[in-house]
C-alpha cells in the first residue's frame, strides 16, 4: 500500500531543544516537501527537495534544517532557533518536481511546546 | 512575492444550498489545484486546471479556472454534511513551487 508515512503524530519540544519529524515514502517520488500549517490557516512551505542530495529553501526556512540522503526519506529538524515551533508539519510529494502534478500528503506531526 | 488571497475564510450554509470559494492570484498561474482537508485530516487533492477559461465537472462540485489565469473558483450544488471541511486553492509560481490560498473552511447543517 503505497503512501507517505510521517511520525510521530504528536512530538513535544523542550525549550533550547532540537526534534527530527520523520517523513518516509514508498511512492517512488522524486519530489518531497514540507510545510507548516498554523490553526485556521493555509500550509506555507519550509523546504522541498526535487532530487536525492539536494533541497531548496522555502518561504519559511528560518530554524529548520532538512536533509536527502535517500529518495523516500525526507526529514525535518526543528531547531531550537524556531521561536514559535507550534503547529501541524505536513510532509508531500511528487512524482516529479515540475509543479504540474498532485501533491500527496501525508497524516501530519503536532508539534507543541511544553 | 507572489499571493493567492481566497474568500470567504468561512462558509456555514444550511444543508442542500450552494456554496462557492473564490482563489485570486496577484501574478498569473501556470495551473491552479484544489485540495479538500478533513478536520484533524490531511489535504486530499481534488482536481488541477491547466487552460485559460477551463472548466472541469466532478459530480457537484464545479472547478473553473479565469480567462487571465488569476483567479478560480470552486463551486458546490446542493451541500452535504459529507462536503464539512476546509478547501484550499493552489497556485504554481515560476519556480514551480505550490502557493497555497489560506482555505475556505465549510460547515454544512444538517
Known amino acids: 500500500d503505497g503512501g507517505i508515512t510521517q511520525s510521530p503524530k504528536y512530538l513535544f519540544r523542550k525549550e533550547g531543544q532540537n526534534v527530527t519529524l520523520s517523513c518516509e515514502q514508498n511512492?517512488?517520488?522524486?519530489?518531497m516537501y514540507w510545510y507548516r500549517q498554523d490553526p485556521g490557516q493555509g500550509l506555507r512551505l519550509i523546504y522541498y527537495?526535487?532530487?536525492?542530495?539536494?533541497?531548496q529553501k522555502g518561504d519559511i526556512a528560518e530554524g529548520y534544517s532538512v536533509s536527502r540522503e535517500k529518495k523516500e526519506s525526507f526529514p525535518l529538524t526543528v531547531t531550537s532557533a524556531q521561536k514559535n515551533p507550534t503547529a501541524f508539519y505536513l510532509c508531500?510529494?511528487?512524482?516529479?518536481?515540475?509543479?504540474?502534478?498532485?501533491?500527496?500528503f501525508g497524516d501530519g506531526t503536532r508539534l507543541s511546546i511544553l | 512575492g507572489q499571493q493567492v488571497m481566497q474568500i470567504p475564510q468561512y462558509q456555514h450554509v444550511q444543508e442542500g444550498e450552494d456554496f462557492t470559494t473564490y482563489c485570486n492570484s496577484s501574478t498569473t498561474l501556470s495551473n491552479i489545484q484544489w485540495y479538500k482537508q478533513r478536520p484533524g485530516g490531511h489535504p486530499v487533492f481534488l482536481i488541477q486546471?491547466?487552460?485559460?477559461?477551463e472548466v472541469k465537472k466532478q459530480k457537484r462540485l464545479t472547478f473553473q479556472f479565469g480567462e487571465a489565469k488569476k483567479n478560480s473558483s470552486l463551486h458546490i450544488t446542493a451541500t452535504q454534511t459529507t462536503d464539512v471541511g476546509t478547501y484550499f486553492c493552489?497556485?504554481?509560481?515560476?519556480?514551480?513551487?505550490?502557493?497555497f490560498g489560506s482555505g475556505t473552511r465549510l460547515l454544512v447543517r444538517p
Open positions: 527537495s526535487q532530487i536525492v542530495n539536494d533541497f
Open positions: 508531500a510529494s511528487t512524482a516529479t518536481g515540475n509543479g504540474n502534478q498532485p501533491q500527496h
Open positions: 511512492l517512488n517520488h522524486d519530489a
Open positions: 486546471l491547466v487552460k485559460s477559461g
Open positions: 493552489a497556485g504554481m509560481d515560476s519556480s514551480y513551487k505550490l502557493i
